[in-house]
């Protein structure tokens, strides 16, 4: 044994550090003199610190390998008995590896992009390594004082580890976690590029343009790992849906709400050098919400929010988002001239501007500070606190900004040098509107998200905000989005002509009202009831509201699905009708036949594979769809991959918008969704939304660490057997006392059977269960693939104009067989299904019998109140504490049995336990915040975007006006330069 | 190995070649142990390996710092200016043009409006052309110039040279003993190395 190993892995880590400050001190040495010798000093320190991280990574995994137990992380988080497999995936299995796992794949986006750098963005390199080495500092800072993995047991070395949390070993487990850190980590690409943009003072489209690449990858990972968490959660946890508006799944969320909104306001800047400020405030976000989930995630507090920040290592991460703020905030506001397109040669004038900007900025925050402490202290309700403190903040910041820029403006023609707007209905004006709504819908989820810290603020109570209250606010938020989505594209940019708009509209508004006449009528037939009624979680006006909408989610969703879809058809469609028209239609149009040969195959396979499909519509369906699209794909294929890259961007971007509807189809059948606990004897039957279920009886197997009790079922449908699905418990030795859940699941087109047992008594052999219906489920991840061959089109590399179509052709054949795989991979990864007490968290533990849906809307909206566990929904705690969720049900349910109401139950329970006690927090008084300040926001927002407009349209009728008649005269001639143009143009998109 | 023959002090292994040689080193050694005595003892191959490379690589940038080592003349070249605002502005007229033409042809925007908006923008991208030919115009003067005073100055150089190649038969320095052409600055004669009479 290694006598000095965990001296050896610190010492890697200071390794880590000083390398990177070097590098750190060299770049900005670059970045300052540009003197080149230094610049390539830095690049090469930044590949001699991603190695030394590299080192340290093998380091620990070695540790893991040869059973270090004197490590505490890793006789923490494994044991002798472990495959090698799971040994390496132990590697980010626990809060101090998993820190170290994200700097490594940091480092392997800095070595990355120093590489494909090269000689380019000569100046911006300087700053964008110094960043990048800013934030490995603050992650070795973290492990060397905090959450080092190499440090040593008080203890000394145990004879064996304690091995891996079940839950973790399993194949989404492994997957899930690295895919979402790309996308987090990825997020600090941009944000170095846009701090290297702000110190160097280019802030013109350069910065934009380099990223882009780096923005869309990290976006496309954010878009994987959280639809990996989805299927984790519903096919490990057992409690038979994908999203829980937890905590941590909001973390990995915002990032990719904001990365979005970036996506799309970059094309405004490229076109009209316009949102400056508003895209670089959009970077630091992303970046922000990244290092915030991260925070979240890894502070310890993972399952509640109750514990916020209390284990040491949240405060570093506190401080680096104070640093990180001060930082950008200042250099923005130090680049403020440069950021509104103001353009002078007088160094002393902006200078001046500079100073005034900083100035202003800093201290309209410093009186924002004590305002807010003083308004708190005054004598008056929450409610009206916390308005008058947004107030105040408002007008402040407005008075400060208002200053600044009319500092800026002042005797200075700058008006004509802004960028201006010809018409509201063009594309700039809906990508306006899609930031708002994103913004929006991350302010919602942000404050709800953190709303603990808030209410313990405003009124001292830590009101924890349940999934009952996500899902009733967020089915209009996000049909909001989605609607814009599509209506957006319908836009084009500059001007959309009014009769061509209307001409657009016509055939997805057919389509829509076709299918919304179809679905009112035959919808309730199909089992797809076009309005369905839920329960509202406010009475009052408000609830009524949100009920009333609510009632017609699925309607909406569906129909917007389809008007969206058709939308995107169309617009390909168009697509191809241009390209016939200009004559490049016919390249490439030898591969219809070979797409036909594709299609009959496909059929063929099909038909010889008949036996396996469940249904006769299932089948006509599958065939249908993959004759079409394999007749379809090869020519679509090529015109996707030979179109110039600017519009292949956009079509990728189509895709993938193609691909969010069919993610928000799945998501609509959540109106549909049934469930039904039940308890049966052996070959008892049970029928629900049209499927049989007959109870074989209980079936016992052992291994070598574990009893595995079935309860086997068999599923038929129309008096078909579908076939026999085993939900279980699973008792390990190591914990006998837990037992694991065991999902099984039948998977359609058009529901998922979701089954869980429960108790199953061995002297009768009766045994519980729960049955979930979850309809459309599938879509989700069917829609999630193609998000992500589209987003793979979209950053497909540009075809040098060297390379042959041929070549050009059968690259984008391997990108499209290689993205297809990798989705079809991920879909159909045959897991097994796991579910498991984790630690000593109840979280989604067990099972919890409810006996009708009157008990679950109640259990659900009250929390456990035992102070053992992290406060969960009584409609999933398992407590058995005393006072714990167990005994509670028993007591609401002779409450409900001695006649009293929900709502009369609700109010004594939170009058028992006050309103922490509540998932939705009561709408009164100071609780209003959690919806009124988004919404308030939200509102405001709009107004702004209304005044920008406003703004740059009149700046575009006013001084060019007079121009107007001379481009109707200069039209009609041509001249030298129009030659010139045209060759540019022609350039233009290579 | 060859390279011992040679001196010590001209024993050296460029920076390229010792990366690739660590590198192939670590992953053949590391493969061969990892077959032989495990995982465990592969991985403390490959510790070591990147360990090496990890120094190697801070040892070159810290010689490059210090100016040892070759810097990539990219690097050195002068910074490429930010693009001016005109430039800029080119940019967007051109991609306005472009994506005005591309929505016209999907038809989004009519004909009327294509031909008023087409117009428009290309009048701004020519204005704009114009303007950057405009601030242009000095510098395509000076350069003209400085063309033109170097041409001057090669014609007169030439002429020059032409004249000295023309005198230099007179100017050489002839041997006494052999009658053999030396050059001027020779001190003995190539020929039959007799002392060359000075002429200065």
Known sequence: ?990 | MAKAATPPTEWRVDFATAAAGISIFTVAAGLTIGFVFGVASALLAFVTGALLGAILLVWHSLRTLAGDAEVDPAFEAAPAQAPSELDEQKRRALRSLKDIEQDHAVGKIDDADFAALDAEYRERAKDVIKEIDATLDPYRAKAEAMVQSHLEKRAAATKAEAEAAAAAPEETNACAECDTPNDTDATFCKKCGAKLTSES
């Open chain 1, 1 to 990: 044994m290694w006598n000095t190993f965990p001296l050896f892995g610190g010492a890697l880590l200071l390794c880590v550090m000083l390398a990177a400050s070097y590098t750190l001190g060299v770049s900005v040495w670059a970045g300052a003199t540009g003197k080149a010798r230094a610049l390539q000093a830095a690049r090469f320190g930044a590949y001699g610190t991603v190695t030394f991280v590299a080192v340290a990574v093998i380091a620990l995994a070695y540790a893991f390998v040869s059973h270090d137990f004197r490590l505490r992380y890793v006789a923490h988080y494994s044991d002798r008995s472990m495959p090698i497999g799971y040994l390496f995936t132990a590697l980010w299995g626990g809060q101090d590896g998993s820190l170290l796992w994200w700097l490594f794949l940091l480092s392997l986006y800095i070595g990355a992009c120093v590489k494909w750098l090269g000689r380019r963005h000569v100046e911006l390199q300087p700053y964008i390594i110094a960043t990048l080495m800013a934030i490995v500092i603050f992650f070795c800072v973290l492990m060397t004082y905090s959450a080092n993995p190499f440090a040593t047991s008080i203890g000394g070395a145990r004879a064996d580890g304690e091995g891996l949390n079940p839950l973790l070993q399993n194949f989404y487990m492994i997957i899930h976690p690295p895919s979402l850190y790309i996308g987090f980590v990825g997020c600090s690409v941009p944000f170095a590029f846009a701090v290297a943009a702000l110190v160097t003072g280019r802030l013109d489209a350069e910065w934009i343009v380099a990223c882009r690449k780096w923005t869309l990858f990290a976006w496309m990972f954010l878009a994987i790992g959280n639809t990996l968490g989805m299927l984790w959660a519903y096919e490990e946890l057992g409690w038979g849906g994908y999203w829980a508006w937890d905590p941590v799944e909001n973390a990995a969320f915002m990032p990719f709400l904001t990365a979005s909104a970036f996506v799309h306001s970059v094309m405004i800047q490229e076109r009209r050098g316009l949102l400056k400020v508003w895209n670089i405030t959009l970077v630091c976000l992303t970046f922000f919400m990244t290092i915030f989930g991260t925070f979240l995630t890894r502070s310890g507090a993972i399952a509640s929010v109750h514990s916020f920040a209390q284990s040491s290592i949240g405060t570093y991460f506190v401080w680096f988002l104070v640093f990180t703020f001060v930082f950008i905030f200042t250099l923005i506001l130090y680049r403020w001239p440069e950021l509104r397109n103001f353009v002078t040669d007088d160094k002393a004038h902006i200078r001046t501007l500079r100073i005034a900007a900083v100035a202003t900025g800093w201290s309209m925050l410093g009186i924002c500070a004590p305002g807010i402490y003083a308004v708190t202290k005054l004598p008056m309700s929450s409610l009206a606190q916390v308005i008058l403190a947004s107030v105040l903040c408002g007008a402040a910041v407005y008075t400060g900004i208002e200053i600044v820029y009319r500092r800026i403006t002042h005797n200075v023609d700058y008006e004509s040098k802004r960028p201006e707007l010809e018409s509201i209905i063009s594309r700039e004006f809906t990508f306006l509107l899609n930031n708002w709504a994103l913004l929006g819908f991350l302010l919602f989820v942000l404050v709800a998200t953190t709303f603990p810290m808030l209410s313990e603020a405003i009124s001292g109570e830590k009101v924890t905000v349940g999934p009952p209250y996500y899902n009733a606010w967020v089915q209009p938020l996000g049909l909001v989005i989605f609607s814009l989505m599509g209506i957006g594209t319908l836009f084009g940019w500059k001007k959309t002509s009014p009769s061509a708009l209307k001409r657009a509209f016509i055939a997805p508004g057919i389509a829509v009202s076709v299918f919304i006449a179809l679905h009112l009528a035959l919808g309730k037939m199909l089992g797809f009831p076009a309005i369905v009624w839920g329960d509202a979680i406010y009475g009052g006006v408000l609830g009524t509201i949100l009920r009333s909408f609510n009632a017609f989610t699925p309607l909406l969703g569906f129909s917007l699905c389809v008007f969206n879809g058709a939308v995107i058809i169309q617009e390909f469609v168009m697509l191809f009708r241009a390209r016939k028209k200009s004559g490049a239609g016919k390249e490439g149009a030898w591969l219809w036949p070979v797409g036909f040969a594709f299609s009959v195959i496909a059929v063929l396979g099909l038909v010889l594979m008949r036996k396996s499909f469940p249904s006769a519509t299932a089948f006509g369906v599958i065939v249908i769809g993959a004759s079409l699209a394999a007749l379809v794909a090869p020519y679509f294929l090529y015109t996707l991959i030979s179109l110039p890259h600017t519009s292949r961007r956009r079509y990728g971007g189509y895709i993938v918008h193609f691909g969010i509807c069919f993610v928000f189809f799945g998501f609509t059948g959540k109106s549909w969704t049934v469930d039904r606990e039940t308890t049966l004897a052996p070959h008892e039957h049970y029928e629900v939304s049209g499927y049989d279920l007959e109870y074989l009886g209980p079936r016992m197997e052992l291994d070598v660490n574990k009893r595995m009790v079935f309860g086997d079922i068999a599923v038929s449908r129309g008096g078909t057997r579908q076939g026999v699905l085993s939900p279980a418990k699973f008792m390990y030795k190591k914990m006998p006392d837990s037992p694991t859940t065991e999902v099984s699941m039948m998977h359609s087109l058009r529901d998922d059977l979701y089954l869980v047992v429960g108790n199953i008594n061995p002297q009768t052999k009766v045994a519980s269960f729960q049955i979930h219906i979850n309809p459309l489920v599938s879509w989700i991840w069917f829609g999630a693939i193609i998000l992500i061959f589209g987003s793979i089109v979209s950053m497909w590399p540009e075809v040098a104009p060297a390379e042959s179509r041929v070549w050009a052709y059968s690259r984008g054949a391997a990108g499209a067989i290689a993205s297809f795989t990798l989705g079809i991979l991920l879909a159909s990864m045959p897991a097994p299904a796991w579910a498991q007490t984790q630690g000593t968290s109840s979280l989604h533990a067990g099972t919890v019998h409810i006996e009708n849906d009157r008990e679950r809307s109640l259990f659900s909206s009250l929390r456990c109140m035992c102070g053992t566990c992290a406060r969960d929904l009584l409609s999933t705690c398992t407590c058995d504490a005393p006072g714990g969720a167990n005994e509670m049900r028993e007591m609401l349910r002779k409450k409900i049995a001695a006649g009293e109401t929900n709502d009369q139950i609700i109010l004594e329970y939170a009058q028992q336990y006050g309103s922490e006690a509540l998932s939705i927090p009561p709408n009164r008084g100071a609780m209003r915040a959690i919806y009124a300040v988004p919404l308030v926001a939200i509102a405001a927002g709009g107004a702004g975007v209304i005044v920008l407009i406003r703004r740059w349209q009149s700046t575009s009728r006013s001084p060019r006006g007079s121009s107007k008649p001379k481009t109707s005269k200069g039209a009609s001639k041509r001249d030298d330069y129009d030659d010139r143009l045209d060759e540019e143009l022609r350039d233009l998109d290579g």
